[in-house]
């Protein structure tokens, strides 16, 4: 398809938070379970569609993330929200499983290099673990979300050629996913990219099933939303506050804000279902327990304006 004019655009957006999960497991603190609970429950209140809850891989793997069970157990689970748990394997879906979980995600790469450092397999071994867990997901009813990380650029092998992200996209489709994530993982992409990537997707997948995970390392995150709302899609991941730093890039931002996606796609007027001012208040809480400055810029314009009131 071609670019559609600003006029053209989607009018409602499914907007998917990250911070839980992405968010925390990228920050230096560790959370108590319980705060988990809380900001969860916080988020929840907020209208969103979709929020990444946790992950359940080998507790020694993630520190920040050993108590999915007790998360899932204890969380307020609001109808119509659909909470996704990351699950590596099939051991990691049977506890997913006895916990209640109903969404799931599966997590590759478009690199060989980074899905090595990252789960240490090539592309295809990934990809032939997940095609047990995720059909053994889809018999049990669960709904599944695939990922696909550096799909812009890696740190290892520079920018990434559009066909290495398709070739895994029609692998993971052919699974039968029900929603593919495509993640800029370290927020190198441009809106020319953007436009590339999602009409290519697009002939692998239908639209309503491209989810992209834009970074904002270098400022480019909102950019690249419009960008690919220009080819019609209409999922996109953010992370309360901009939780959630860039292990490639310390210091550097990660996870596009969900206050900042909020506040453009409102101001656009394309809906989103989504209480931005209760977002902001699930982002101060979880500020106030990580002790730190959150990054996003439209959640520090609306507490500043809230010091001056
Ligand atoms: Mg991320």
Redesign the pocket.
């Known amino acids: 398809m071609s670019a559609l004019s600003l006029s053209q655009l989607p009018v409602r957006v499914k907007v998917c938070e990250?911070g839980p999960r992405?968010g925390l497991q990228?920050e230096a603190g560790i959370v108590p379970t319980s705060d988990k609970i809380r900001y969860i429950d916080l988020l929840s209140q907020s209208g969103l569609a979709l929020i990444e809850t946790t992950s359940f891989v080998r507790p020694s793997a993630i520190p920040q993330l050993t108590d999915a069970e007790e998360v899932m157990a204890s969380i307020d689970r609001k109808p119509g929200v659909t909470y996704v748990c990351l699950v590596p394997n099939v051991r990691g879906l049977e506890r997913a499983r006895v916990s209640g979980v109903n969404a799931i995600a599966v997590f590759t790469a478009a690199t060989e290099s980074f899905t090595k450092r990252n789960i240490n397999m090539t592309i295809d071994d990934s990809l032939a673990a997940f095609r047990d867990v995720v059909k053994a997901a889809r018999a049990d009813g669960m709904w599944v979300r695939g990922y696909i990380s550096t799909a812009f650029g890696c740190p290892y092998e520079g920018r990434v050629p559009v066909e290495a992200v398709v070739r895994v996209a029609d692998r993971l489709a052919e699974m039968g996913i029900d929603e593919l994530s495509v993640?800029d993982?370290i927020g190198v992409g441009t809106p020319n990219q953007v436009v590339e990537v999602a009409g290519a997707l697009q002939e692998h997948l239908p639209v309503e099933r491209l989810a992209f995970?834009f970074?904002d390392t270098r400022g480019t995150a909102l950019a690249n939303v419009v960008a690919a709302l220009q080819m019609n899609v209409t999922i996109f991941?953010s992370?309360s506050g901009g939780l959630?730093g860039c292990p490639y890039a310390p210091g550097a931002t990660?996870?596009l804000a969900t206050e900042d996606l909020l506040y453009m796609l409102h101001g656009m007027g394309i809906e989103t279902g989504v209480d931005l001012e209760k977002v902001r208040n699930a982002s101060r809480f979880i500020g106030g327990v990580l002790q730190r400055d959150l990054v996003s810029r439209a959640y520090n314009a609306l507490e500043a304006q809230l010091l001056r009131a």
């Open positions: 990250m992405d990228n993640g993982t995970h970074h991941d992370s959630g990660g996870n």
